[in-house]
């Protein structure tokens, strides 16, 4: 599936990947290849991302790695939708 993560300054990164986990207002929830379509508000937590993830240069300060290799953006609010396999995250 896509994904996409949008901040006001930028495009964070657009990229294949395998799953997505993102901390919505009811609680942690993740996104799989064919997941029924969704729009969630989002809450302070960790984008937590699965798959080969590639960052641009300019944006790797704001992404870390987990030790199982999951690539990790904290954020402060934000929404998320899902449809079609692809997800777009804009992240405050």
């Known amino acids: 599936m896509y994904l996409e993560i949008v901040s ?3 495009t964070l990164f657009s990229g294949e990947v395998t799953a997505v986990t993102v901390p919505g ?16 508000l ?3 937590g960790t984008v ?3 798959g080969n993830v590639v960052v641009e240069e300019s944006f790797k300060d704001k992404f870390s790695k987990a030790a199982n290799g999951d690539t990790m953006l904290s954020i402060t609010s934000g929404t998320v939708e899902m449809k079609n396999n692809k ?6």
């Open 25 to 40: 207002i009811n609680g942690e929830f993740q996104m799989l290849s064919n997941h029924a379509a969704v729009v969630s």
């Open 42 to 44: 989002l809450e302070a």
């Open 48 to 50: 937590k991302i699965k």
């Open 8 to 10: 006001p300054e930028a």
């Open 87 to 92: 997800v777009i995250v804009l992240a405050d």
